[in-house]
């Protein structure tokens, strides 16, 4: 299989800031568990937490859009 590096470089780095995405969420998730936050506090945690991660997914795709 012959791959271009500017294909296998755009395939692995969606695949590896999705896994680093849930990744994340996953530390929230413990995070919320362990201090023992509540449902409004995990709900809290996530939602200022995750604000950076929808940002950065938010660019991304506006990246994309604004490029075709």
Not at 20 to 39: H, V
């Amino acid at each position: 299989m012959n791959i271009s590096e500017e294909t296998f470089t755009t395939l692995t780095v969606s695949i590896f800031c999705t896994a680093l995405i849930a990744y994340m969420g996953f530390i929230i998730y413990r995070l919320a568990k362990d201090s023992k936050a509540g449902k409004y506090g995990t709900l809290v945690l996530f939602f200022v937490l995750g604000f950076g991660m929808f940002g950065f997914i938010v660019k991304t795709i506006l990246t994309e859009v604004l490029q075709k």
